[in-house]
């Protein structure tokens, strides 16, 4: 199972909206509805914000969105902040030998 | 509160095995599989496995498969991923995730990571 594509860094500045894209295939993203998307700080542990492809988990801030449209799914982050500076990365359940894949991650910069 | 606790940092030689464990609390241990995911150095997060709380059975990464164990012990609340064959490449930060619940398929909960490193 190969992992799924997301572009290396994403940058905006403050204020500003950015979308994060995560290619898959039609044997994972583009078949279940389970794509989830973590936040990861230098040194800790990664955080879901983003589950079943739009499902914000209590506590998360609504500024975070996520969609899927065929083999690619996406999160967008709005009113970007200092503070969402950080590596994200989508997952999806991919059935299979190997049920879970994850992104290779993207760093946000806010400018 | 702190529902997964994990094992300290290791240090393995090249050829030898790595158990880390991984406390659960509450009805973790008993209502939420427990997946296992490594992030090497610098690198992105990989799936390893994971152990189902209902009935003990386990799947795994296909690349990891003969080289990884996940098992659970009922007694401590405990579950432990064993990795043989070590290599310099499986150096990286070793976390334990606990499924959310009803088959939700992400990982709403994350123990601390713990390093192995892994050198002649």
């Known amino acids: 199972q190969s992992a799924l594509t997301q572009p290396a860094s994403v940058s905006g500045s403050p204020g500003q909206s950015i979308t994060i894209s995560c290619t898959g295939t039609?044997?994972?993203?583009?078949?279940?509805?389970?794509v989830s998307w973590y936040q990861q700080h230098p040194g800790k542990a990664p955080k879901v914000i983003i589950y079943?492809?739009?499902k914000r988990p209590s506590g998360v801030s609504n500024r975070f969105s996520g969609s899927k449209s065929g083999n690619t799914a996406s999160l967008t982050i709005s009113g970007l902040q200092a503070a969402d500076e950080a590596d994200y990365y989508c997952?999806?359940?991919?059935?299979?030998?190997?049920?879970?894949?994850f992104g290779g991650g993207t760093e946000v910069t806010v400018l | 509160q702190v529902q997964l606790v994990q094992s300290g940092a290791e240090v393995k030689k090249p050829g030898a095995s790595v158990k880390v464990s991984c406390k659960a609390s509450?009805?973790?241990?008993?209502?939420?599989?427990i997946h296992w995911v490594r992030q090497a150095p610098g690198q992105g997060l990989e799936w390893m496995g994971l152990?189902?709380?209902?009935?003990?059975?386990?799947d795994y990464a296909q690349r990891l498969e003969g080289r990884i164990t996940v098992t659970r012990d009922r007694s401590t609340s405990t579950v432990y991923m064993e990795l043989s064959g070590l290599r310099s490449e499986d150096t990286a930060v070793y976390y334990c995730?606990?499924?959310?619940?009803?088959?939700?398929?992400?990982?709403?909960?994350w123990g601390q990571g713990t390093l192995v490193t892994v050198s002649s």
């Open positions: 995730a606990r499924e959310r619940a009803v088959a939700g398929k992400d990982f709403d909960d």
């Open positions: 509450g009805d973790t241990f008993t209502r939420h599989y």
């Open positions: 152990i189902n709380p209902y009935d003990d059975t386990i």
């Open positions: 039609s044997s994972d993203v583009g078949t279940y509805n389970h």
């Open positions: 079943e492809g739009s």
């Open positions: 997952c999806s359940y991919a059935g299979g030998s190997t049920p879970y894949v």
